[in-house]
Nanobody, 122 residues
Framework: QVQLEESGGGLVQAGGSLRLSCSAS????????MGWFRQAPGKEREFVAA????????RYTDSVKGRFTISRDNAKNTVYLQMSSLKPEDTAVYYC???????????????WGQGTQVTVSS
């Protein structure tokens, strides 16, 4: 089992920044990609960004390219999502995922965190 704990969500004005963190614990010796999905009210959960374990390859959904940056610290088993130039349409619950097909942008991670709310006011 792998436990994921997200932090860093909150309320921010449009144009502002937030950094989300996701710490993994448990069976993290099995090295895997990690990433973020988000779910806005009334919408399906969608892929945001992912990062591979070793060389740090990254992928982003088009709507966040140039504004969001995903990174990870393997020594701390932690993945980060730096979000800048935030827009009201970025408002959602952000979920951290581990393993599975998350690097493919598929909503099929092996493990998920509980989610953290990000609200961007206009």
């Amino acid at each position: 089992q792998v436990q994921l704990e997200e932090s860093g969500g909150g309320l921010v004005q449009a144009g502002g920044s937030l950094r989300l963190s996701c710490s993994a614990s448990g069976r993290t010796a099995s090295r895997s990609a990690m990433g973020w999905f988000r779910q806005a009210p009334g919408k399906e959960r969608e892929f945001v960004a992912a990062i591979s374990y070793s060389v740090g390859l990254t992928r982003y959904t088009d709507s966040v390219k140039g504004r969001f940056t995903i990174s990870r610290d393997n020594a701390k088993n932690t993945v980060y999502l730096q979000m800048s130039s935030l827009k009201p349409e970025d408002t959602a619950v952000y979920y951290c995922g581990w393993g599975g097909k998350i690097f493919l942008g598929r909503d099929e991670a092996d493990y998920w965190g509980q989610g953290t709310q990000v609200t961007v006011s206009s």
